[in-house]
């Protein structure tokens, strides 16, 4: 049996980090197996898709690395792979269950689903929708004044559907706690336990791997495979990601309060701040599923050698930022300075930072503060926050830097002592500014770290950073020497920073 899989997006924003788990694994099992991964998309609801989200879904499968076999842009046998093209295949799917006796037409109001809804309350029994009684002269007059309805599945009652779910094990529920669902509403368009059996089954998809939240849909849906007589593919539900350090389910009304927090949800977020790929599909490959006690690291090859369900844990996984941007320093590490290069310079660009628009003028100093930076840089977009003060002419300084290194007597006289031992270094170069800064200290008495810590708060504005030789040899002689000289008027003057 060739293995088929498929992820089945709705195009209403952005892809959650959840949503991508769930693709990857399904990707990871189809490669594992030598089989197909399908991409199709969920569009059948008009109110809620949202313009442009198509192409942020394909734009971040693209980015990760999650290739499809079949699916939008690249076509199949099995298409078309939007939902909303696949009208006739719903048409022919529904006829054959009305010809075959499953599905009838529901005229029954609002106002009589709510009075039937009230009566079971009041009798204090479960609310479950059955076929509402109608003689054949009653049905003839609804269909001659037009009157809307909806097509409802009819559910056998008295049954116990049995699912050998590859992750959850065996879960068992009974059709009387399944009420008559629909599966076309009244403009025609079809819900999605409907619709997701259709296209399943057409496609020929052997293994359903979704997120738990879809495992109430799977017994009304396996009453639909049943009714269509089609074969039955693995179902394997996959628990949620829950919020960091918890087992409360992340929620999507809560990205605000997650990203005041610095824990990111969305994939774009990742994108957005310079994260490397192979980083990211390593995280989330571990969010739930483990090899084994020790390996963290996972190449993308080894992900497809490795990867089995039956090694995905059957309880919620918390998302660990941390644990996210450890990985990704991990990765980081093994990039060579091109490819670092190369991620920095769109968030220099977008600063205006560089000199020259294309970067090439600016590349040596590029290259020299990534390596200063060494392994604080984690991700691409931190050449903002660690690195800054190497491409500006005026310097921002971290308020509590000052009040430590610079608020005391003496600095600003040492400041233009060490203005001269920069004037007169030669050469300009890392050992022989570290060996200067040190005679003076010599010769002056001075503890090391009380002529560091404030000639690097004076040329950097920061209190931390790469090391000081580093910066100074990077900045040059002049930008030290003018920075110097700002720092001395500004603490004169009394400012701040």
């Given amino acids: 049996m060739t293995v088929r899989t498929r992820f089945a997006p709705s195009p209403t924003g952005y892809l959650h980090i959840g949503g991508v788990r769930t693709a990857l694994f399904n990707w990871l099992l ?12 969920d569009d059948t609801d008009a109110e809620r898709h949202v313009e442009e989200a198509t192409k942020k879904i394909l734009d971040g499968f693209r980015w990760i690395g999650i290739d499809w076999d079949e699916g939008p842009e690249v076509g199949g046998m099995y298409g078309p792979y939007f939902q909303s093209q696949r009208k006739d295949k719903y048409k022919a799917a529904v006829q054959a269950l009305i010809d075959a ?6 005229y029954s109001t609002e106002a009589e689903r709510a009075a039937e809804k009230s009566a079971a309350e009041k009798a204090k029994r479960a609310y479950r929708f059955r076929r509402l009684p109608a003689t054949d002269e009653q ?3 609804y269909e001659r004044e037009g009157r809307p ?3 409802r599945f009819q559910v056998p009652t008295g049954r116990t559907l049995v699912l050998n779910d590859l992750i959850k094990g065996e879960v068992s529920f009974s059709t009387d706690e399944i009420g008559d669902f629909v599966i076309v509403r009244p403009d025609g368009s079809p819900l999605y336990n409907f619709a997701t059996v259709v296209d399943d089954a057409d496609m020929k998809i052997t293994h359903v791997v979704r997120a738990e939240e879809h495992l109430s849909n799977t017994f009304p849906q396996l009453l639909v495979f049943e009714a269509l007589g089609v074969p039955l593919p693995a179902f394997a539900h996959i628990p949620y990601v829950a919020e960091p350090g918890s087992k409360t389910k992340m929620s999507k009304r809560k990205t605000e309060e997650y990203e005041k927090k610095g824990v990111l949800v969305y994939l774009h977020q990742y994108i957005e701040r310079g994260y ?3 980083a990211v599909l390593n995280y989330l490959s571990r969010l739930g599923w483990s090899y084994d006690a020790s390996q963290e690291i996972f190449t993308r090859a080894e992900l497809i050698e490795k990867f089995t369900l039956d090694r995905v844990n059957s309880a919620p ?3 660990d930022q941390d644990k996210l941007f450890w990985i990704e320093g991990e990765w980081m590490k093994t990039l060579p300075i091109e490819q670092k290069v190369a991620g920095v310079l769109p968030f220099l660009r977008a600063e205006g930072l560089l000199s020259d628009p294309d970067g090439d003028a600016d590349r040596g100093r590029i290259e020299a503060v990534i390596l200063a930076l060494g392994d604080r840089l984690k991700v691409f977009s931190d050449i903002l926050k660690l690195g800054r003060y190497f491409f500006t002419k005026e310097l921002t300084y ?10 005391k007597e003496g600095v600003p006289q040492m400041l233009r002592e060490l203005d001269e031992v920069l004037a007169g270094v030669e050469p300009y170069d890392l050992a ?3 060996k200067a800064v040190h005679e003076y200290a010599e010769r002056t008495g001075r503890k090391m770290g009380d002529v560091v810590n404030p000639l690097r708060v004076a040329t950097t504005g920061q209190g931390v950073g790469p090391g000081l030789y580093d910066c100074l040899f990077i900045l040059g002689r002049e930008a030290c020497r003018a920075r110097i000289a700002g720092t001395i008027a500004m603490l004169e003057a009394g400012g701040q920073g």
Avoid: C, M, N
Wanted: a positive charge; proline letters at 2%; aromatic letters at 6%.
């Fill in 101 to 106: 006796g499953h599905v009838y037409r529901d």
């Fill in 398 to 407: 971290d308020v509590d830097a000052v009040k430590k290194r610079l608020r």
């Fill in 432 to 434: 022989t500014l570290e």
């Fill in 30 to 41: 189809a490669r594992h197996s030598g089989g197909q991964f399908l991409l199709r998309i």
């Fill in 149 to 151: 309805y909806a097509l």
């Fill in 276 to 278: 490397l790929p192979d």
């Fill in 317 to 319: 996984a918390s998302h």
């Fill in 139 to 141: 049905l003839a007059q």
